[in-house]
């Protein structure tokens, strides 16, 4: 592929998978399966850039986890290759910081293309993915910011919502994005043929995207023109702001292109309850469980034999030191209850209690 180098977002906290993803080991770092989900991330990165035009932006407090996964990956990194962040920013400062530590250390010039992935994702079809990737390379070449939507499988009011509007080809002009909309408006958008699915991932050239932060960031007019330790100096200091609302919605040159390949957001209990296999009876089982007379539900146990009986449309998490319990279609609510637990100093928030 063209000289592409590559940003992996590893810095969520996952609260809408509580209590499963704690504070102590975010949902990306958490293995389905052989391997967890920002492993799965790295392998797409590798696969579009190569693991020396590659790097993994995480909190310094998951530095070690995030390059001791990333080793069993690739061998031999460098203790470089993760790129810490020394407070939560969101994902503008983040990609900031990521784009001089590409330059700096990788090779990248302004003409360099970047894409930017998060690590939480699942995506089954590798080769369409790469094709979706190639597709944006043109209109990125030309300027443009590329995202890439996600026909939506399903009316889903955890997802942020991109309009599609003139075809270019491969891709589209976006008209405008929408926060998580309520469902009404999410079944509305589901059936318009129109909107997709905000994927959270980016290409665009680096120069491109230095000079949109350095118009739209702020704090960052004056030191995103330094280097990457000038920038950790001032990175606190910034406001915590996403890349949507600090540059993609202000901008008029974002194009769009559709990512076909089955594509699984796990930000929450309902989302993963659609990725597993089901039964007969649409239940999802993971670990020690048995249900008997169930519906459409999904039970999850670490460790703790999970038992029921003749219910439906539930979710049922088990851990050590923590059960949750919530009707399928209101995990999105989850953090409201992470919330109300921090404020109460609930030690279960920051990891399992021994």
Known sequence: MKDIHCLVLAGGSGTRLWPLSRDDMPKQFMRFGAESLYQGALRRAFRIAGPARTRVLSGVRFGATALLQAREVEEGLPQAFVVEEPCPRNTAPAIALGLLALIEECGATRESLVFVCPSDHVISDLELFVGAVESATEPACEGRVVVFGIPPARPDTGFGYIKAGREHGKWREVERFVEKPPLEKAREYAESGEYFWNGGMLLFKAGVML????????????????????????????????????????????????????????????????????????????????????????????????????????????????????????????????????????????????
């Open 211 to 354: 000079d949109l932060l350095r118009e739209h960031l702020p704090g960052a007019e004056t030191v995103i023109q330094g280097d990457a330790r000038s920038f950790l100096e001032a990175f606190p200091g910034m406001q915590s702001i996403s890349m949507d609302y600090a540059v993609l919605e202000r901008i008029k040159n974002v194009a769009i292109v559709p990512l076909e390949s089955s594509w699984t957001d796990i930000g929450s209990w309902d989302a993963l309850y659609e990725f597993l296999g089901k039964d007969g009876d649409g239940n999802a089982h993971m670990g020690r469980v048995v249900s008997e007379g169930c519906r459409n539900s999904l039970f999850l146990s670490t460790g703790r034999l999970v038992a029921a009986v003749d219910v439906g449309d539930l979710l049922i998490i088990e851990t050590p030191d923590a059960l949750l319990v919530a009707p399928r279609g209101a995990s999105q609510d989850v953090r409201l209850l992470v919330e109300r637990l921090r404020g109460e100093g609930a030690p279960e928030i920051a990891g399992p209690r021994a």
